[in-house]
């Protein structure tokens, strides 16, 4: 392999999460759920576990679907959310070498993302 190769890892959802106090992501009125379309992107070297993935992507989604209650604002919890995939992902596969992983949050109705992207 060169090394300038590289793999993207793409996994797109839905969540609903509850929304607490008057800074929370998403126009839904505190306390009611809002539902909101989640993209995660990771960028990294094509280092495969010994099972020849990445990571499991099913991990990425219970990590996401886990997002039950939200107070903070989109901005904050896409920067949350990617630190904790980034922890997440280095755990899961301790050769995983990342480029970038990008979290990206659309809160319904969707006429916005909000995208953070992080650079280990």
């Known amino acids: 392999m060169n090394k300038k190769d590289s ?4 996994r797109i959802g839905s969540i609903a999460f509850t929304t607490v106090g008057d800074a929370h992501c998403g126009v839904a ?7 909101a379309d989640y993209e995660v992107r990771i960028k990294c070297k094509p ?5 020849h993935y990445l990571i499991e992507q099913l991990d990425i989604d219970e990590y996401m679907q886990g997002i039950l209650v ?18 997440l ?12 992983l ?3 949050i659309k ?3 969707g006429k916005a ?3 953070f992207r992080v650079h280990p």
């Open 7 to 10: 793999i993207t890892l793409t």
């Open 29 to 35: 009125p505190a306390g009611t759920k809002q539902q």
């Open 47 to 51: 280092l495969l576990d010994r099972r």
């Open 70 to 87: 939200v107070e903070q604002s989109c901005e904050k919890l896409v920067i949350d959310t990617a630190y904790d995939l980034l922890e």
């Open 89 to 100: 992902c280095e755990a899961r596969n301790k050769r995983m070498k990342i480029i970038w």
């Open 102 to 104: 990008q979290v990206m």
């Open 107 to 109: 809160a319904a109705p």
């Open 113 to 115: 993302w909000m995208t």
